[in-house]
């Protein structure tokens, strides 16, 4: 009887160490995102996974500009973000878990709201979930 008991027990251990190991990171959350020119914190996107099974990110907090006047709207973005309050700006669109490469995803696509320039991206997690 004892013995039956710890085996449950020992069996229900690893089915839980086997879930928490054998899932991939998420980029859900929110993150920093950091100039690549002058390493200046630029905002907090929230990423979240739509409908559609695709991971989208927004501006969720911009930081204040040292020394300069802060971007109210998208003026230099192509339709449909022309003009739009840079604040709650979908800036991430499409990503797409990479069905190869655990913790990559594929496909997206990244607005830069100072430029207006929209670029093909991909994403890697790094170990510690901080790329």
């Known amino acids: 009887m004892l013995n039956r008991v710890f085996m449950k027990g020992i069996v229900g251990l690893i089915i839980a160490f086997a879930s928490v190991t054998g899932f991939a990171a998420s980029i859900e959350g929110y993150w920093k995102s950091i100039d690549d020119r002058t390493g200046e914190q ?3 996107v929230e990423i979240r996974k739509g409908a559609d099974g695709r991971y989208h990110g927004k501006i969720a907090y911009r930081y ?3 020394g300069g006047a ?4 998208c003026t230099k973005c192509p339709p449909p973000y022309t003009n739009q309050p840079i ?3 979908e800036i991430l669109s ?3 878990e990479d069905p190869d ?3 990559a995803y594929v496909d997206g ?3 830069e709201p100072k430029s207006g320039k929209i670029y093909k991206g991909k994403a890697n997690l790094s170990a510690d979930c901080a790329k």
């Open 101 to 103: 490469k655990r913790n």
């Open 70 to 73: 802060a971007l109210i709207n």
């Open 94 to 96: 499409g990503f797409k």
């Open 42 to 44: 630029l905002s907090i």
């Open 87 to 89: 604040l709650g700006l």
């Open 109 to 111: 696509k990244v607005l």
């Open 64 to 66: 204040p500009v040292p």
